[in-house]
């Protein structure tokens, strides 16, 4: 991924002469939950470009994983259709593309805005779903919740103090390994 994510990046900053960042962060796995949860995820995914202003129509972008549903290839793949439509339950590659379609169409009309859940999260899906991802963890979900994600999902993931982020400024404050109260004078 990281071979992937970095040639791409630096590719549209050459054709657009630019030297910034082009990705937000460094890759991250979540655990997605088939049926409803990987179709939005899949669509989102989709729309990034979208979303950030670069193309107009997820159609638009050479790298999407839109022209590969829609119009599969036999060589060179990158997505095994079989698969993919196991778990999104659609019977043939041509019911894939066609409601693929629908979920990308239904998605450009409403305002794109960044969905965290998707890349911040160890697991998004139903509650039965994030459940049994954060009871397979055992100890390792220590300190990571469950939290709702509105409409009809959930999601798991750390909360904000498991980095550092302690609720109160007295707390920072008290707790901080560079707080004052913790230095040492070398005179």
């Known amino acids: 991924m990281q071979l992937i994510a970095g040639r791409t990046g630096q590719a549209y900053n050459r054709r657009k002469g630019r030297k910034d960042a082009f990705w937000e962060d460094r890759y991250h796995a979540t655990a997605i939950e088939s049926g409803v949860h990987l179709w939005q995820c899949l669509v989102y995914v989709d729309s990034n470009m979208v979303r950030t202003g670069v193309v107009d129509h997820p159609s638009k972008w050479k790298w999407s994983s839109y022209h590969e549903i829609r119009k599969p290839k036999t060589r060179?793949?990158?997505?095994?259709?079989?698969?993919?439509?196991?778990?999104?339950?659609?019977?043939?590659?041509?019911?894939?593309?066609?409601?693929?379609?629908?979920?990308?169409?239904?998605?450009?009309?409403?305002?794109?805005?960044?969905?965290?859940?998707?890349?911040?999260?160890?697991?998004?899906?139903?509650?039965?779903?994030?459940?049994?991802?954060?009871?397979?963890?055992?100890?390792?979900?220590?300190?990571?919740?469950?939290?709702?994600?509105?409409?009809?999902?959930?999601?798991?993931?750390?909360?904000?103090?498991?980095?550092?982020?302690?609720?109160s400024d007295r707390a920072e404050e008290e707790n901080s390994a560079m707080a004052i109260t913790n230095a040492i004078s070398w005179k």
Do not use: C
């Open 76 to 167: 060179y793949r990158l997505i095994d259709h079989d698969k993919l439509r196991r778990f999104l339950n659609a019977d043939t590659n041509e019911a894939l593309a066609q409601t693929h379609k629908r979920w990308v169409e239904s998605q450009l009309k409403i305002r794109q805005e960044r969905q965290e859940h998707f890349g911040r999260s160890l697991a998004v899906g139903s509650e039965e779903f994030i459940r049994n991802v954060k009871n397979a963890l055992g100890i390792r979900a220590v300190g990571r919740r469950i939290f709702e994600t509105p409409p009809s999902g959930y999601q798991l993931k750390e909360s904000m103090a498991a980095y550092g982020r302690p609720n």
